[in-house]
């Protein structure tokens, strides 16, 4: 029966759902884009502040599924930034022992960023320092759904193995905490299975604002909670109803 506070020596798993980008930019009389623009800086500084609060993975929701939906300006927009990230900042994850790999689909990308990501994973694949999982043309969903047809054709299936299928990653671990900005309560189809016992933060900043003061707040907080399980607080075994008698 597991119970407990994770060991603040654990490498953590970290999901963010970046949001806010719009509303910081507007609130400024800014262009929505250039709220983009500026939420890719905060990726820089808390790619880079991640493993120094004891960080290993960190999955950042950075396109859903449901995104294709917004105006065509702001969506070009969104893949010339994804297009510069890719093409600019290889050398410093690489620099910084930094892992990058994309999740989500590739073939609705526009022409070219499909084989930018592929490089990029490829010339960053020996980074031990940080595993940073981008969400692009992202869905929860969709990822179940994909293995759930890949795992039809399995004669027996673990949740380890289903799990590979999901992530396309063998011993991911799984999220424990998931962070959104701007005040939004909910996970707009963001790892729906491996966040299954994440802790959930939920503060008021905007992503362009957001900072490492603000990660290391939202780990102190997920450090202060008590992870269950579904098991019982840590109490002395005596104390633990004996099953054969309820
Ligand atoms: C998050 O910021 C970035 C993406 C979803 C691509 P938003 O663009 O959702 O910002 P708001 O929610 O409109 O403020
Ligand atoms: C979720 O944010 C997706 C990303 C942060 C990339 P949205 O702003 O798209 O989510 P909703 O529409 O408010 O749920
Ligand atoms: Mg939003």
Redesign the pocket.
Known sequence: MQSETTSRHEKLHVGI????N?RWATRRGLSRVRGHEAGVETIRRIVEAAPKQGIGALTL????T??WR?PKAEVAALMTLLRFYLANEVQSLVKNGVRLTVIGRRDRLPEGIATAITRAEEATADGGTLHLRI?VD?SARDAILNAAAKAAALTSLTREAFSQLVTGEAGLRDVDLII?T?G?K?L???LLWEGAYAELHFTERM?PEFDAGDLAEALAAFHGRERRFGGLRAIVPEEVPSLSRV
């Open positions: 759902i970046m949001d806010g719009g929701y950075a396109f859903s449901d995104n917004r969400a992202y959104r701007s939004e909910r707009s189809d963001f992503w």
